[in-house]
């Protein structure tokens, strides 16, 4: 199956129906989007939950309002069922995942789980359910009624207030209250070596960051870890290589003399990458490019976990067909067709861009400023751009894990993230077909912590297992940010309690130190030029055609001509 043309319109649409035998039926899914009930059997996933939403029409006929359910209050009147994600236009199930991810999800569409944990396990105490007065918490969650409620400044979908910091773990307890009276473990105080928490240990205190260009980094993550996998399976019994894709450099892989496998000289990769469980079960040398730990592969992978962990709304992908696994009484909540369409969403949003005010001042200074980042050493790790061969994005990732939609599950879905109709700016191709992403990122985990006592270690380690003694040994390691878009998403550093970009700058240790230390050595004038430089790193307004504008949105070229 394909993906159906963008400006594919209502009548083609109809007429697509009526040639495959597809009953239209129409419900406003953000921006008008149409949807389509197979008599044969896409509704399958919908059980009683998807009864009521596909029975809910926004704005009903005359002749329907009768029969319409007056006083309901849900978010999404009706679900994608599955195959509906290559039957509706590209504009379409873009709208319907813009709707998801904005959605004020309600306990009349299965928001919330009185039995399951944030990790989609049960609860440690069944006896005291996540209702309410328990339903909401800060810490353990569920934390928000929608994804918009954290991932909003400057645009939907982009990052957040330290108001929106998520506890990254605190998830896998049931209701956080800190009561040491109350002793039973994960409930509300202990952890599972039966210590109590304190505020600063329960979980690992994360900066929302935003989702703009994130397709892109998708991609190349996948292309870097089909070229790491490529020089794993070349070797031998008795050899070793380098492992180096694109430019950045992930140290040595060695292949023992009886085939097993040595990741000791291995740099950059999560622990869930390096596992290894003998010598025909190799590591899988997986980049995981989301969240600021490196731990989560894809954008379905990040969305399953996070309609469960946040809202309590559980995917049947990952929960089960008709299942009911949190006992809320709904099954079903978010379908595969959802998910698709929140994905593909993320994956196509605008990248962000530069913003370079008219002055000569600031112009000079940013000049200076990016040719210091690089002199001093940050473009060693926060590589200017990093090369796509190809800027597809495929539904779903060949490398999720499982949980998430595999390939074979469903038709591929596929979008070509250089499409005209999708939000701008995009990025284009060079000559070659290259695609050059300016991230300002080596999507390799660095260890930016000065030791043991440094403040911007985090208490857990998100790659290891729970409850585990290297769980518990904290994180040092961390995901090098991805400066496109860094500097209208205050505040700053994977904690985000920096409020100023010369703070972030301050605070790199330990990989990182020599740059710093370079930093600290420059003129006041230079070290100014640096921040004026990853001040222009913005996301761009929407409806941004250009990805560099000046201090009114209109296109600037840049550098200038002549270079002063």
Request: with cysteine.
């Amino acid at each position: 199956m394909r993906v159906l043309p963008s400006n594919m319109m209502m009548n083609d649409f109809q007429r697509w129906c009526a040639r495959t035998g597809v009953v239209v039926g129409l419900a406003l899914v953000g921006a008008a989007a149409t949807g389509c009930e197979a008599s044969g059997g896409l509704g399958d996933e919908m059980g009683e939950a998807g009864a009521l939403t596909q029975a809910a029409r926004v704005l009903p006929a005359a002749a329907d309002i009768e029969s319409a359910e007056i006083g309901r209050e849900v978010s999404v009147p009706r679900h994608l069922q599955n195959g509906e994600e290559f039957a509706v236009s590209l504009g379409d199930l873009l709208a319907h995942g813009a709707l998801l991810f904005d959605a004020k999800w309600t306990v009349q569409e299965g928001a919330g789980r009185p039995f399951t944990n944030g990790v989609g396990g049960a609860l440690a105490d069944p006896s005291s359910p996540l209702v309410f007065p328990r339903n909401f918490n800060r810490i353990s969650a569920p934390d928000a009624n929608a994804c918009s409620g954290c991932h909003n400044l400057p645009v939907l979908g982009g990052g957040g207030d330290i108001v929106a910091n998520v506890f990254v773990l605190g998830q896998r307890f049931d209701h956080v209250t800190f009561d040491h009276a109350d002793m039973t473990i994960l409930r509300g105080a202990y952890d599972e070596r039966g210590e109590p928490v304190t505020l600063d240990t329960v979980a690992n205190n994360r900066a929302t960051l935003s989702m703009n260009g994130s397709g892109y980094i998708e991609l190349l993550a996948r292309e870097m870890s089909v070229d790491l996998q490529a020089i794993r399976d070349a070797l031998a019994p008795g050899q070793s290589a380098a492992l180096r894709s694109k430019g950045v450099d992930f140290g040595t892989l060695v292949r023992n003399p009886d085939g097993t496998w040595d990741t000791g000289a291995v740099e950059g990769l999560p622990a869930p990458s390096l596992r290894s469980a003998g010598a025909g079960a190799p590591p899988s040398l997986i980049i995981r490019p989301f969240h600021q730990a490196g731990a989560v592969v894809s954008l379905r992978e990040f969305s399953n976990n996070a309609y469960n962990h946040h809202h309590g709304m559980q995917p049947s992908e990952r929960f089960g067909v008709g299942v009911d696994a949190d006992g809320d009484g709904f099954v079903n909540e978010l379908t595969r067709a959802d998910i698709t369409a929140v994905s593909v969403w993320q994956a196509t949003m605008a990248v962000p861009g530069r913003v370079i005010p008219n002055d000569p001042a600031i112009e000079d200074a940013v000049l200076v400023g990016e040719e210091v980042f690089a002199t001093i050493g940050c473009t060693e790790c926060h590589m200017p751009a990093l090369p796509l061969e190809v800027p597809v994005f495929t539904e779903p990732n060949p490398f999720n894990p499982p949980g998430n939609l595999q390939p074979g599950d469903a038709p591929t879905f596929a979008v070509e993230l250089d499409d005209r109709d999708l939000p701008k700016p995009r990025l284009e191709a060079e000559r070659d077909g290259v695609v050059w992403v300016p991230a300002f990122t080596d999507l390799k985990l660095h260890d930016i912590t000065s030791g043991p006592d440094d403040p911007n270690r985090e208490p857990l380690d998100q790659n290891q297992p729970a409850g585990s003694a290297a769980f518990f040994a904290g994180n040092s390691h961390f995901l090098t940010r991805k400066l496109w878009g860094v500097a209208n998403e205050p505040p700053f550093f994977h904690h985000g309690k920096f409020t100023t970009l010369r703070e972030a700058v301050l605070a790199h240790a330990g990989e990182a130190a020599a740059s710093t230390q370079a930093f600290v050595a420059l003129s006041d004038y230079d070290q100014g030029a640096v921040i004026e430089f990853l001040k222009t790193l913005q996301i761009l307004p929407a409806g941004s055609k250009n990805l560099v504008v000046d201090e009114n949105g209109k296109k600037k070229h840049w550098p200038p001509r002549g270079n002063r």
